[in-house]
């Protein structure tokens, strides 16, 4: 049972790390061409922003939530995330109309 667990978390750890790099890609390429520095540092930010925010902020939950309410909570952002970067950037990138610096 230990080495499913092990398992499952190399394979959400393996997509989050290639999510994170295409992120970062998709912000340096939808800025302008004198702004990619800016919009690096901009992801970066708040990428290290969330990770050492959001924990803190979702384990003070857990008492009011609880561990399931709590992780379903977390799958319909995530889920709604999707839909949203479908709609604001993967739809254009699929018929080619993003706008690049």
Known sequence: MY??????FCYINRFANRLANRLNAI????????????ATSTYFIF????????????????????????YVTIAIVVFACLFLYYFLYGRK??????NVG
Not at 3 to 8: A, R
Not at 27 to 38: A, E, F, N, T, Y
């Open 3 to 8: 080495i499913q667990y092990q398992l499952v």
């Open 47 to 70: 990428t290290d922003l969330g990770i050492g925010i959001g924990p803190f902020i979702l384990g003070s939950l857990v008492p009011v939530m609880g561990f399931h309410e709590l």
């Open 93 to 98: 990138a699929v018929h080619g109309t993003v």
């Open 27 to 38: 912000s340096i390429k939808v800025s302008p061409k004198h702004r990619m520095g800016l």
